[in-house]
Structure formats: C-alpha cells, structure tokens
C-alpha cells in the first residue's frame, strides 16, 4: 500500500462555544434537547452496515431523571458478535488497503459536519441527556475533542507517514511502509466522554484498522450518534461495527478470535487488567502479538506550597474536583494543603460550593448534574457515610445527596488527619474531594506521601509561586502524574496541546492526541530495494594477491 505524503497545515482546535444568554447555539441547542428528550429511540446494532435487533434490551435512562426513558438499545449475542468479527474482517480487505488520504478525508468531513452542521447540537443533546453533562462539559467533550481527535489524528497519521530511513547509499532505496495491523481492534469506551466512542475505535481506523466499538451501557445513546455520523460521513460498511452489550460475552468470544489485533481501551484499572491476563493466556492462538492500549484509574492530586496564589488554587479545586460530578478520570480527588494558608482556601471552598447548584441538565444555570446510574450513586455515598462516621474525617462541605428523581450529590470536601484514610487512596470517580492538611516544614516529606500514596499516576497539579518549591515538586512527583500541571487544575487535556494518558495502575501512557497512540496501531514493513546488483559473491578479502 502507497502511503501518499502531504504538506498538512497544523489543525486549530475547534473553538468552545459559549452557549450564553442570547447566543444563536443557545438556541439551537434548547431547541434539540427539547427535541429529543421527548422522543424515544431504538437502537440497534450496526454490524456491516446494517441495522440488527436482537429483542433483548436495555432501557436508556435520564440520570438527572430516572423515570425519563430516552429509548431502549439492543444487545448484542454470541451470533451477533461474531457476526461483527466476520463483517470486519470483509471491510479489512479493502479498507488495509485504501489510500491513506481517502480514510483521512472520511474522518476530516466528519469533524467539519459536527462544528458546521447540526450535527454539533445533537451530540450535545444526546451527551446531556443520555451522560448528565451540563452544556460546557457536552461542548468540550462530544463536540470540540471529537473534531479535534479526529483532524489532529489524521496531521499526526501524515507525519508518521513521512518518518522514512534518512539514508539510501547509491545502488539501492531504503523505504518504510506503515501497515495496518493484521486483524481487527477491539475498542471498550466507559461512560464518561461521548468522544472516546469515537478516538478508541476512529484512531484505528485512520491507520487503516478495522474495529469493534463495545460502547458502555451508560453511554450507548451518544455512541449510536457517534456511529450514525461517521455513517453519513462516508465509512464504509463494516470499518467500524457497533456492538453494544454485556462485556464479559464479547470479550470471551472476541478473545479467543484468531484475528484479534488489538485492544483499545479506556475503564476501570482491574477490568483492564483481566484483559490483558486473558489475551496473555491466548498468545498462541493469534496470528501475532496483540497491541494492547489502555487509560484506567485515577487519584488525581493537588499539591499547593506556602507560597500559592490562594484564589487561583481555590478556583481549581472547583473545577478539577466537581466539574462534571467528578467522573472524570482526571478529576481532583485528593489535595495536600499546607496549614498556613488552609483557613483562606477552606472559607473559598465553603462559601463558593454553597452557591453551586445541581439538578437537571435543560436548567443552564445549574453547575452539576446526576452521576450516571445507581450503581455509581451507592459506591460514591458509600465513602460519604464511611467519612462521616470515622473519627479521622470531617465534611466541611457538602455531603448531602438524593436519588428519588436523579442520581444527585452536592459536591463533598473532607478533611482527614490521616493521609493514608479511605478516601486519600481509593478511586472514588464522583463529586469527593478529600483534603489533607500538612505541616508548612513538611513540604519536601509530604511530596514524598503524595507519590508513595497511590497505585495511579495519570493526573496531578502543583500551585506554588515559588520557583524552586515547583522544581522540587516537579522532581519528587516524576512519576506520579502521566499529565502533570503548574498552577492549573489537573483535568481539561486538550488534543494537539496535551497529550493525555497515564502509567502504573493508570495505563499504558500511549497519549491519545499524539502521534504516540497512532503509531500504536500500525505495523512497520521495512522495504530495501537493490538497483545495481552485484555480479559476485566474493569479498575483497578471500582475494589472492
């Protein structure tokens, strides 16, 4: 396959629009809300083009309002799954070999159709209404880093291409093909970003891969927009199957396929790692190593020195730790606060989350939302109830939580005495900060808690204006933080600025947004061709003389 190389200009990314009073997407976007929250729709599965149902569904569910059904969605079954093997299989035979810039230009009207056309505001919608995301977080995530993912994607797929061997003596060219791999990815999106439906297969796919894209049950209803867009952007028919559905099926049939190449993923840390356990123990089965890819678990920190700009700090443990409930896997869970400056952050914190409000997503003035389902509503109120009756915690904010119409909790701030408590070491994913006060003196110890304190390393922030205090943090907290911030809240990566991801229990730190998570998904082929032959195969030095 011929690897046609481009001068591609470095994208933009797209701009955040502002959705504010008087605005036209305000408008527009009301307008689709209202639209689709009083229709309910039947999702299918999409395997080779063509819609299946299967009879056994799911309900998908308002979290802001549980009694408001959205629709229902499929699920698929051993026949459909491996159905969905088979018509990938099909597609790889023209897609693998299709010229790099018709795939590019597929991926490249799909990014303009969602930030030109109405596409935007039904991604949106659909993130709204299906994930409980206020309008800035919808914005940011299915609309701004999915063009973004997939216009970056492509100048970074270009760049690669170009990366040829620096030298061909006379006689002979020395070139580089970038292969597809030899089979089909498996691509497992979580919940908490729309746009993951559309990198962890998408990614693949612009180098020539074909996928399997098992959405979460909690999200289904924006990754079927997902599909249904890159469908009218021109993908061919099998590229990219949709196949929602119990994990534990899929996985066990998907597996044990022959043809299974890859895994990209973005979950939970010991889903993760069963994974990789079960594709290790099926090694002899594949046709070749498995690329196995994934984002997991968080416990993300803040670090403020003496010296930190109080307000600053103050603002981004708002934003970090409760910005879309706190399920995201970059989200402040824990802060380490040193004891001459925690009165003026504490009275911040306090006075500001009590003017915060939550409740449903079509209230624009409402700051957050439900956490997605019941299941997340128990374990999250599970470590409130552990706070409030330890005698190592308090709750100075917050704490107060409701599911009688939506899976609702005000956004939480404990204080510990102890930085190993509960709440400092586990992942919580939902609206829980827990702060942990430290002796002024201690700052150098206390960076050494922080990195010795938790099995993740994917996210963490430092405030301080003291130069060599940032240095010194920068240097104990090497590896605590894939994604590391200086007087910024730890979440908000943006494609083509910060590549994300993180390692020990986080993942795999192959940087979705980069040309290191592309480069994941191709296989190199090495081509040297002769031009001049040579006429014997003695060397100078079996000569007599």
Known sequence: MANAIFNLALPDNEEVKTYAPGTPERELLKAKLAEMENQQVDIPLIIGGKEIRTGNTGNIVAPHNHKKVLGKYHKAGEKEIRMAIDSAMEAYKIWSVMEWQDRAAIFSRAADMITLTDWRYTLNAASMLGQSKNVHQAEIDAACETADFFRFNIYYANKIYQEQPPHSPHGMWNRMEYRPLEGFVLAIAPFNFTTFNANLPGAPAIMGNVAILKPAATSVYSAYYIVKLLEAAGLPPGVIN???????????????????????????????????????????????????????????????????????????????????????????????????????????????????????VTDFSNYNNAVIDQAAFDTITGYIKYAEESKEAEIIAGGKYNDKVGYYINPTVIVTTNPKFKTMEEEIFGPVLTVYIYEDEKYEETLHLCDETSPYALTGSIFAQDRIAIVTADKILKHAAGNFYINDKPTGAVVGQQPFGGARGSGTNDKAGSFLNLVRWVSPRTIKENFVARKDFRYPFMLEK
């Open 242 to 360: 949709f196949l929602p559905g119990p994990g534990s099926t899929i996985g066990d049939i998907i597996f044990n396929d022959k043809n299974f190449a890859g895994l990209h993923f973005t979950g939970s840390t010991p889903v993760f790692q069963q994974m990789w356990k079960t594709i290790s123990n099926n090694l002899p089965n594949y046709k070749s190593y498995p690329r196995i890819v994934g984002e997991t678990g968080g416990k993300d920190f803040v670090f403020a020195h003496k010296s930190a700009d109080i307000r600053l700090l103050g603002v981004s443990l708002i934003q970090g730790a409760f910005e879309y409930q706190g399920q995201k896997c970059s989200a402040a869970s824990r802060a380490y606060i040193p004891k001459s400056i925690w009165p003026e952050v504490k009275e911040y914190l306090v006075t500001e989350l009590g003017k915060l409000k939550t409740g449903d």
